[in-house]
């Protein structure tokens, strides 16, 4: 598996509250990614970096917010959490535009 | 943008059979058809991918055929093992395009 580690894979917070997950990549790979995961909805796009501090919206980016100072690291922040985004959280990225490297995923609970 | 529907959201098959999941896109300019495959707890890992240019590709008991004209794309599974039992989702992208758009999955149980 291509070196992409997400952190906290679990976190319970209350609504209102900010939360940050992180995404580190050790494979020097240009893209990278972070999905949510729902029943019903499969995997959908929130935010994606195709460079350092270059990021672009997905389909689902209200709430959200990204940075990426740093190759290896990308960063999702939900400024003020809402029971909505209760989820499972994936960071994938890659070098071409071919083969999607996935982490662990991080399960969120927003009560 | 694209819109990727897949068909069906459950599959119960008895090991030893074969396993069809169906997709549909919308974006005629899509040219890259990537399935992955995920275990339970995990992340999605790809499994099998095919471009615009080719209808069929194989990989042992996997394989995924496209068919352009109706958009239409499909994973087999051939000998189903225990083992195969995941969640499995398609995708589609144009290959210039750093964007990669997933279907709803399909959970495929094989019954020993």
């Known amino acids: 598996d291509a070196g992409i580690t997400q952190s906290p894979r679990h976190k319970v917070t209350e609504t209102g509250t900010p939360v940050t997950l992180r995404c580190h990549q050790t494979e020097n790979h240009r893209y990278m990614y972070w999905y949510r995961q729902d029943p019903g909805h499969g995997l959908r796009l929130i935010h994606y970096s195709y460079g350092v501090k270059d990021t672009d919206k997905g389909e689902v980016s209200d709430g959200y917010s990204v940075s990426r100072s740093k190759t290896e690291d990308f960063l999702l922040t939900l400024e003020s959490a809402t029971s909505s985004q209760t989820s499972v959280y994936f960071c994938a990225s890659r070098q071409g535009r071919e083969k999607l490297f996935f982490g662990s995923g991080t399960q969120l609970s927003v009560l | 943008g694209e819109n990727v529907e897949q068909h069906p959201s459950t599959l119960s098959v008895q090991e030893g059979d074969s396993a069809v999941i169906k997709c549909t896109y919308s974006?005629?300019?899509?040219?890259?058809f990537p399935w992955y495959k995920q275990e339970l707890g995990k992340g999605p890992q790809l499994i099998i991918d095919?471009?615009?240019?080719?209808g069929e590709k194989k990989d042992q008991r996997i394989a995924v055929t496209l068919n352009k004209t109706a958009k239409h794309f499909s994973l087999h599974i051939t000998e189903t093992q225990p083992e195969d039992s995941a969640v499995y989702f398609c995708a589609a992208s144009n290959f210039g395009n750093e964007k990669l758009t997933f279907g709803t999955g399909t959970r495929l149980t094989i019954i020993p």
């Open positions: 974006d005629s300019a899509s040219n890259y």
């Open positions: 095919i471009r615009s240019n080719v």
